[in-house]
């Protein structure tokens, strides 16, 4: 069974700076999925980004980009230019990319980190 | 275009008791799933549906079940309400089943057992 670790529940930042958030996964796959979840207090679950395993490129979506280490199954986020709107839960997730299995739209989450950003 | 809505919003049973979640995805969505967030916690998959079938569950037990309508509406029924079932019940929608899909998530039913 795959699994997801965030080992910061909490980080915070000031306004207009850069922060990372650290994610570690393990699956024996080697195809998959990661993705980067926000979680304001809206409840909503809202995707930031998203990569695909085969692709080397890390990611980008404006001011969020990933740091992706295969070898090392690392997947960290950082946020450049911090917004007092980028303040919410954050969740990292897995899914698997294995074609023709059951739940093949299951997500493993990790259990997120708290990002605060002062002002 | 609407996105994925639930109901209701926020929902008070007692111990015992029986429940109902509802969820209607994205007009042409046609894949369903659900997800149970305990505070404090990273959402746990509970189920996905395509085609009203059954694609996928996940370690819940028995009194956690679903179903998936002709209209590709969606619910979450749980029997025997137990302190440990409150939590946010999430859907997520997406157009096909197949695990490139995007999914879109609603704001959840948040539940709460006395």
């Known amino acids: 069974a795959q699994t997801v670790t965030q080992s910061q529940p909490e980080m915070s930042v000031q306004e207009a700076e850069t922060v990372t958030l650290s994610c570690t996964y393990d699956?024996?796959?080697?195809?998959?999925?990661l993705f980067w979840y926000k979680q304001p207090p809206s409840r909503q679950m809202i995707l930031v980004i998203r990569?695909?395993?085969?692709?080397?490129q890390n990611a980008t979506e404006n001011r969020f980009s990933v740091n992706f280490q295969k070898a090392a199954k690392s997947f960290s986020l950082k946020i450049s230019d911090s917004q007092l709107g980028d303040a919410a839960m954050y969740f990292c997730?897995?899914?698997?990319?294995?074609?023709?299995?059951?739940?093949?739209?299951?997500?493993?989450f990790g259990q997120g980190t708290r990002l605060t950003i002062n002002p | 275009d609407a996105g994925v809505t639930q109901s209701p919003t926020h929902l008070i049973k007692t111990r015992g008791q029986q429940v109902t979640l509802r969820c209607s995805p994205i007009?042409?969505?046609?894949?369903v799933s659900w997800y149970q967030q305990v505070l404090g916690q990273g959402p746990q998959f509970i189920f996905q549906?395509?085609?009203?079938?059954?694609?996928g569950r996940g370690n819940f037990p028995d009194r956690f079940s679903a179903r998936q309508f002709p209209n590709y509406s969606s619910e979450l029924n749980v029997n025997a309400l137990l302190l440990g079932d409150s939590a946010l019940y999430l859907c997520?929608?997406?157009?096909?089943?197949?695990?490139?899909?995007?999914?879109?998530f609603g704001d959840g039913t948040r539940l709460s057992i006395l």
């Open positions: 997730a897995y899914r698997s990319a294995v074609q023709g299995i059951q739940g093949a739209q299951k997500l493993v």
């Open positions: 007009s042409g969505h046609k894949s």
């Open positions: 990569q695909e395993a085969y692709k080397q």
């Open positions: 997520a929608s997406s157009l096909w089943s197949g695990n490139n899909q995007p999914q879109h």
């Open positions: 699956t024996s796959e080697s195809d998959y999925y």
């Open positions: 549906y395509y085609e009203k079938e059954e694609r």
